[in-house]
């Protein structure tokens, strides 16, 4: 989870698939810019998938950049 945080706070706007203790979360992650277009932060947001046991291919998760 750090390195999705370093990429988020480099400029990077994504959403990846994390495990933790069994369960698959889905999240995306989003730079925070202020008014000059500076990145000043980052913001991400979870959302509980199934867990592990039961998928064999987990989340169909896309990535992208800006």
């Known amino acids: 989870m750090a390195e999705n945080l370093r990429r988020a706070l480099s400029g990077e706007a994504f959403t990846s698939a994390v495990e933790v203790a069994g369960t698959a979360f ?3 992650y ?7 277009g500076a990145v000043v932060g980052a913001s991400g947001v979870a959302a509980v ?3 592990s046991n039961h998928s064999s291919t987990g989340f ?3 990535h992208r950049s800006r």
């Open 49 to 51: 998938g199934m867990t």
């Open 30 to 36: 989003h730079p925070l810019r202020d008014a000059a």
């Open 26 to 28: 889905e999240c995306s």
């Open 60 to 62: 169909g998760i896309s």
